[in-house]
């Protein structure tokens, strides 16, 4: 079983849309759980951070953690034709600091 | 805040020839710092961890003599590639860890692509 899972997609929204973005993961010791965006060819933008279980809103942007299902989201409000990326899972494992990614989700957002 | 760069941003090398690829945290100091390996069309996966003034910790299934790295102050960590191959061509990412910061936040260098011939 993979660590930290999520579709591949693609996953496409048309533009205004929210899109959705799910990641599952193994670790329950795991406390930390961020998103981040992956433009083709470069490196990983940090998007969001969320400790704890519920919500957390920045700007269009919405996490949302549930420890005790090991899941946590991401919604995306507006969707952009900018928001077009892969959207990676990150989580802290092993009780330190050390990320474990997911796959990614490409996000296609259209006109 | 929070700028970490790399450089450089491309390298082309030959077989047999070693690379040295920099991480530099701009505009804060980072104890810990991250160095990363992504093939096309996959995931980031870790290499080892780098702590200012002490040993990298290193992956399993990543040679530490092969991937050398060097943590030698609080905004500089080196990755030495020796005896590059072409299967060591990738995508080579760092990420720093803010000093003292209380939530582990990783930003990350715009990594370097290599390309061993």
């Known amino acids: 079983q993979k660590e930290v899972e999520q579709n591949s997609g693609p996953l496409s929204v048309p533009e205004g849309a929210i899109a959705s973005l799910n990641c599952t993961y193994s670790d329950r010791g795991s406390q930390s759980f961020f998103w981040y965006r992956q433009y083709s060819g470069k490196s990983p933008e940090l998007i969001m951070s969320?400790?704890?279980?519920g919500d957390k809103e920045d700007g269009r942007f919405t996490a949302q953690l549930n420890k005790a299902s090991q899941y946590v989201s991401l919604l995306i409000r507006d969707s952009q034709p900018s928001d077009s990326a892969t959207y990676l899972c990150?989580?802290?494992?092993?009780?330190?600091?050390?990320?474990?990614f997911g796959t990614g989700t490409q996000l296609k957002v259209e006109l | 805040g929070a700028v970490v760069s790399q450089h450089p941003s491309r390298v082309i090398c030959k077989s047999g020839t070693s690379v040295k690829i920099e991480c530099r945290s701009l505009?804060?100091?980072?104890?810990?710092m991250f160095w990363y390996r992504q093939f096309p069309k996959q995931s980031l996966m870790l290499m080892a961890t780098?702590?200012?003034?002490?040993?990298?910790?290193?992956e399993q299934g990543v040679e530490k003599d092969k991937f050398l790295i060097n943590h030698a102050s609080l905004t500089l960590s080196t990755l030495t590639v020796t005896s590059a191959h072409p299967e060591d061509s990738s995508f080579y990412i760092c990420?720093?860890?803010?000093?003292?910061?209380?939530?582990?936040?990783?930003?990350f260098g715009p990594g370097t692509r290599l390309t061993v011939t």
């Open positions: 990420s720093a860890l803010a000093a003292g910061q209380g939530a582990p936040e990783q930003y």
């Open positions: 780098s702590n200012e003034g002490s040993k990298a910790t290193y």
């Open positions: 505009d804060f100091q980072a104890t810990t």
């Open positions: 969320i400790y704890s279980n």
């Open positions: 990150a989580v802290t494992t092993g009780g330190g600091n050390k990320l474990t």
